[in-house]
């Protein structure tokens, strides 16, 4: 039996941040996904997938604000005589270039989650079913 301290970090990291699915992540690491589902309950994964996301989804949402900040700066600098500067002008352009890749990535990440799937079982685990009887193929 794996060592719960061996292989948590690793599957929660799998399941939080790249959204594997416990069949997925049991392919990856020694561990069944009966066991991940209930390392899962225990450490409340689902709410820190959730929070994870939500922070992707927000990013593209904050550099639309510190553009909203920065352009709003520099008209005030504008109607006031002075001249922006080439620096804050640059740094715009940068981030007005970047919108698309983060639009990009953050709906790649809304279609790689899905919703939990239903469970699939391991050949190990349908052989253990079997050999106790409680399964009959």
Do not use: C
């Not at 008209?75 to 981030?95: N, T, V």
């Amino acid at each position: 039996m794996a060592k719960k301290s061996d292989y948590l970090f690793e599957a929660q990291r799998l399941y939080v941040t790249l959204g594997y699915t416990f069949v997925e992540i049991a392919q990856v690491v020694p561990v069944s996904d009966r066991s991940l589902r209930d390392w899962a309950k225990e450490g409340n994964w689902a709410e820190k997938r959730q929070g994870f996301l939500k922070e992707q989804y927000s990013l593209h949402e904050d550099i639309h604000r510190i553009i909203r900040k920065l352009i709003t700066s520099i008209d005030g600098d504008i109607e006031a005589g002075i001249e922006p500067s080439q620096s804050r002008i640059r740094f715009l352009g940068q981030l007005r270039a970047m919108l698309p890749k983060v639009k990009t990535y953050e709906d790649s990440i809304k279609q790689a989650v899905k919703p939990e799937e239903k469970p699939e079982y391991s050949e190990d685990y349908l052989v253990d079913l079997m050999r106790k009887g409680t399964l009959n193929l």
